[in-house]
């Protein structure tokens, strides 16, 4: 069933609330993407959003609360957390923060004793403060593939899967939160997303960086290739070729244009915003066009372009994972723990 929750908010949060109580997996919108939520202390019902994803159990989901107080109940914040908690929750920033013990069973955080929280924005947040309890809530795609920013993205993914989809309209930011582990001399990077890094550094007085690769905790989002589309995916293009799909922003004409398949521009006043929020439903669109090859202009590092240039990168990188990469993953996780 879908339930629009922009003409109906009150009925759409009823819905949600039965189900969720009764332990089903729903999809909720976020500011950021479409989430495939279900409460997270709900053993079976966390389980449930691993088998409807096809999503590795040692991936550990984010758990989103609707106030500073239900999140105080999962995990505790550290002096930096709270500050940046206090300017940019509710909103597109998922914090990793030492867990409360024995508050969450481990499927949702995949056994390890931290946990990744977000406090989200809209209608999300008011389902959560209506239900009471924090909602696990990944991306509401399969696996390895591009999130879902509409409704009607999330009923092509999963079909009958799912048995309620709330449907509040496309996503505004559209692509996932940033995901930021604060460390004693520094602040983490764990996925660039929503939220700038620019405003984090600022806000903290801290500096953002790449997060020590060797004690990481290797999940499929920081996995090579994660967000593809069907189609391949050139990064950096100058020039297009005859029968690609472009996608580009601005007002330059590219050489090759005339003769290219088709060109979608995102943003024709040359808005990263823009571009980051119509990503995801573009390269749907060329992928149900047919598209074999999408070739992409440069986009550049700064605010959301370092998102946007992260989900290309693994748009555009190898679709199969060697068995040493898997090997390495499983490795590294038992380490981590
Ligand atoms: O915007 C978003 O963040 C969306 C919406 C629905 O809120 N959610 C989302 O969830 O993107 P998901 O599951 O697709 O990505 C969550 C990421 C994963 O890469 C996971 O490995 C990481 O968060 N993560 C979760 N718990 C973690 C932890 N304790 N330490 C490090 N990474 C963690
Ligand atoms: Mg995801």
Redesign the pocket.
């Known amino acids: 069933m879908i339930i629009d929750v922009a003409a109906d908010p009150a009925a759409g949060i009823t819905s949600a609330v039965e189900a969720l109580g009764r332990g089903d997996v729903i999809a ?1 919108p ?8 279900a409460d997270a202390t709900n053993e079976a019902a966390v389980s449930q959003i691993f088998d409807i994803k096809r ?1 590795p159990g040692f ?4 758990c ?1 609360c609707s106030d500073l107080e239900m999140v105080s109940e999962f995990a505790t914040l550290d002096p930096v957390s709270l500050r940046l908690a206090d300017r940019f929750w509710p909103g ?1 920033m ?1 914090l ?1 923060l030492n ?1 409360n013990p024995g508050r969450l069973p481990s499927v949702t ?2 056994g ?1 004793t ?3 929280i ?1 406090i ?1 924005m809209g209608f ?1 947040n008011g389902l959560i403060r209506s239900y009471g309890r924090p909602l696990a ?5 399969i696996s390895g593939r591009v ?1 879902a920013t509409t409704a009607a993205h999330v009923e092509s993914e999963f079909g009958d899967g799912v048995p309620l989809i709330l449907d509040g309209g496309p996503t505004k ?1 559209g ?3 940033t ?1 930021l ?1 604060v460390r004693e001399n520094g602040i983490e990077l ?2 660039p ?2 939220l700038p890094i620019e405003l984090v550094e600022h806000a903290a007085g801290l500096q953002v960086s790449a997060p020590n690769l060797s004690r ?2 290797l ?4 996995l090579t290739s994660h967000y593809a589309p069907r189609a391949m995916v050139r990064l950096n293009a100058t020039r297009v070729e005859p029968g690609e799909t472009l996608l580009k922003f601005g007002d330059a004409i590219l050489p090759g244009e005339g003769a290219c398949a088709r060109v979608f521009n995102l943003s024709p006043e040359g808005g990263l915003e823009e571009f980051a929020a119509k990503l995801y439903a573009t390269l749907k669109e060329a992928d149900d066009a047919g598209a074999e090859s999408i070739a992409i202009v440069p986009i550049p590092d700064e605010g959301l372009g370092l998102a946007i240039n992260d989900r290309l990168r693994r748009a555009a990188a190898p679709r199969t994972l060697t068995l040493g990469e898997l090997e390495q993953a499983a490795v590294r996780n038992k380490e981590a723990r």
């Open positions: 909720v976020t500011e950021t993407v479409y989430g495939l939520a999503r991936n550990p989901l984010i989103h597109p998922t990793v867990s955080t995949a390890l931290t946990v990744a977000r989200p999300s809530a990944p991306s509401a795609n999130s930011i692509v996932e939160s995901i582990r764990l996925r997303g929503g990481k905790v999940a499929p989002g920081m």
